[in-house]
């Protein structure tokens, strides 16, 4: 960053100037005394003051990588603090950093820095303590966080939950590793919390609510770490409008259009929207796409405001000791993948292992090349694809090892495609019709989600055990 540099040489300019002025005086016959030069070095030191923090940040500069995928910056935008803008932005759908927002009214803005979060708030509690800078969570509740084999390949961070004073939490965020992390419900802060008004510009509104139930929608998370901290690339599904308060903060975003580049965990694995790519430890061999990955990049001073649309990747990190807020919105997109989810599926609890697994690859061919929508999709070329994304470097040639979901095993003398459309047949395009229309997004964004239905249907008749191994045979036989 060279900031140092940037520092000195700005005291070389000042000291030439004042040393410019003083040959000046001189020259005029007035003598000088040490009253004259005491405003000089007041102004000095002011001057230098001034500068600390440039002087920091060449400090925590180590913790800014030059990723060479970061092909171009975030785009910076001026409002009228009055604005109605939330929607307007939300509306784009894509990442910008809002600047003269309603959060320079915010008294966390003014006010908060460690001293005063000391002074004003007793505890943490549940702060996290990790040794890896860089987090990367277990969902527990999700299917495959019971196979082994899957679940011991996996480098997640594991955390000691401690509760700590204020002064032990700041004073152990400065002595990295281990890392101090602190994430909670923003009205958890207590009185804290009343620093972070007005909250509602932030909000992203729908329509279809109540004004009075909108806080219903909009949850406050705050983040307070260490320079250093670091969370793995993963996708949110929520309007997040992201508030630096003190310090500062980088992103780096993908868009949803670099999806076959970022190779996500299996959406039922407790990784699930979190990509496999490390960027500190990238393995060629094993994402060779990620060759072709293109990022934007944002770093977050003080009073910035961040969009972070829903399905944008990001992997975030510290530069510095920093303290933030994300103002969550429901997303409705997200609303219609619930409903997707609780649609019963059109099979008969009565059917034999063998004929639901039958029904369930003619189903979900028909689905997705529906869903597609063009003359030439093919059902088995998207699966085929997801499991070269997400499935391929966790399972390796354990996939290979039968074909006992291929049509030619599962048919038998009464059950066989052309029986099960006979029967089925209107049932089926009944169920995909009801889904259709809760596919209404943009390709890349309907590629992750359409891959998450996929991943769920084959959970439900082939079992968690052997879903992976029913995709592939789906996409192979």
């Known amino acids: 960053m060279g900031n140092n540099n940037v520092v000195w040489r700005r005291v070389c300019i000042f000291l030439g100037i004042a040393s410019f002025l003083v040959a000046s005086v001189q020259m005029f016959g007035i003598a000088l005394t040490r009253y004259h030069l005491i405003p000089l070095v007041v102004i000095c030191l002011a001057f230098l003051i001034a500068n ?28 009228n603090q009055e604005d109605d803008f939330s929607e307007e932005i939300a509306d784009r759908g894509l990442p910008v950093i809002i ?51 899957v679940i011991e390949n996996y480098r997640y961070t594991t955390y000691q939950r401690i509760n700590l004073t204020s002064s032990q939490f700041f004073q152990e965020m400065k002595k990295t590793p281990p890392y101090h992390y602190y994430t909670a419900s923003a009205e958890q802060l207590g009185p804290l919390y009343h620093d ?23 949850w406050t998370n705050v983040w307070f770490g260490p320079a250093g901290a ?18 500062k903060k980088r992103f780096v975003l993908f868009s949803p259009d670099q999806l076959n580049n970022l190779y996500l965990y299996p959406f039922l694995h407790p ?78 609890s009565h059917w034999s292992p063998r004929r639901l697994a039958l029904a369930g690859r003619i189903f979900l061919e028909i689905l997705i090349n529906n869903v597609i929508g063009e003359e030439d999709a093919s059902a088995p070329a998207f699966v085929e694809n997801l499991l070269e994304q997400r499935y391929k470097n966790l399972y390796g040639d354990l996939l ?20 099960i459309l006979n029967e089925e ?27 998450n239905t996929a991943e769920q249907l084959a959970l439900t008749v082939a079992g968690v055990e052997h879903t992976a191994k029913f995709l592939y045979d789906f996409a192979s036989c």
């Open 52 to 79: 600390r923090s440039e002087v920091q940040d060449e400090v925590d500069s180590k913790e800014y990588i030059d990723y060479p995928w970061v092909k171009s910056q975030v785009d910076v935008i001026y409002l």
């Open 99 to 149: 600047r003269n927002t309603s959060i320079h009214k915010w008294r966390a803005t003014q006010l908060w820095t460690p001293e005063y979060i000391e002074s004003k708030m007793s505890h943490f509690y549940n702060v996290q303590k990790h040794q890896d800078k860089v987090f990367s969570y277990f969902q527990q509740g999700r299917p495959m966080s019971s196979l082994k084999g």
């Open 196 to 218: 972070l008004y007005p909250i509602e510009p932030f909000m992203v509104k729908n329509s279809s609510w109540k004004i009075e139930e909108s806080y219903l929608h909009r």
């Open 230 to 247: 670091t969370t793995h690339t993963h996708y949110d599904i929520s309007h997040n409008f992201y508030a630096q308060i003190y310090g």
């Open 271 to 348: 990784g699930g929207q979190q990509s496999q790519v490390r960027f500190d430890e990238w393995d060629h061999k094993s994402f060779p796409n990620f060759a072709k990955a293109e990022a934007i990049e944002a770093v977050l001073e003080p009073g910035d405001v961040l969009y972070l649309p829903p399905l944008w990747f990001h992997h975030v990190t510290a530069l510095t000791t920093s303290m933030s807020v994300s103002i969550w919105s429901r997303y409705p997109e997200v609303q219609r993948m619930w409903e997707l989810e609780k649609l019963p599926l059109p099979f008969q």
């Open 400 to 419: 290979f090892d039968d074909k006992s979901f291929c049509i030619d095993h599962l048919s038998s003398e009464g059950d066989t495609v052309d029986s």
């Open 425 to 451: 047949q209107d049932r089926f395009i009944m169920a995909v019709e009801e889904r259709l229309s809760l596919f209404q997004q943009d390709v890349h964004r309907r590629e992750i989600w359409l891959g």
